[in-house]
């Protein structure tokens, strides 16, 4: 019984240390929604909602979809690295695919309300790198988001939760 208990633990400080200071090529993966339908508030007014999935590791890096080589050239142009390439440090990677939804405070006028925000909708991808640097106890942030705006999938979107919870349908996409 000790013995299968000594090789499981060697088994997973061997796992355990072997993703202790690199990155593991899948790290995971997080949805994120919000939407302030869960305010407790009856109102859509400026931002109104999103939606995104996150993954993470050295994997979203080599997607064929991936923007990280785009992200990590505007970081040379501008000399970014040098921040932290003389220090020890640890990068982690991510890629968000995602949407944001805006209405104006009168959803069920069917035309554009002048003194107020439009409808609009942001569906965007963006890959983030975040690097470490533990001694120096500080941390750099470098995110390229790309994305479409006013797609009328938002349409679509906002209507199919409204009907779905019973909510006033926006007259106004």
Not at 42 to 55: I, P, S, V
Not at 60 to 72: E, F, T
Request: aromatic share 14%.
């Amino acid at each position: 019984m000790y013995r299968y208990a000594f090789v499981f633990l060697s088994l997973f400080s061997t796992v355990f240390a072997a993703g202790r200071g690199s990155e593991l090529y899948d790290s995971g993966w997080q949805i994120n929604t919000d939407n302030d339908l869960l305010t407790g508030q009856t109102t859509d007014r400026d931002y109104t909602g999103g939606l995104a999935l996150t993954l993470s590791g050295q994997r979203v890096q080599q997607y064929p979809v991936s923007i990280d080589s785009w992200r990590a050239g505007i970081d040379a142009l501008i000399k970014f690295p040098r921040l932290y390439s003389a220090s020890d440090h640890l990068s982690f990677h991510s890629q968000q695919y995602g949407m944001a939804l805006f209405t104006p405070d009168d959803i069920n006028s069917e035309k554009p309300v002048y003194d107020d925000r439009p409808y609009a909708s942001l569906f965007f991808m963006s890959n983030t790198e975040f690097t470490v640097l533990p001694e120096k106890k500080r941390a750099y942030v470098s995110t390229l988001t790309i994305g479409i705006l006013g797609l009328s999938l938002a349409e679509t979107v906002q209507h199919k939760l409204h009907s779905i919870t019973d909510s006033t349908v926006p007259s106004g996409w």
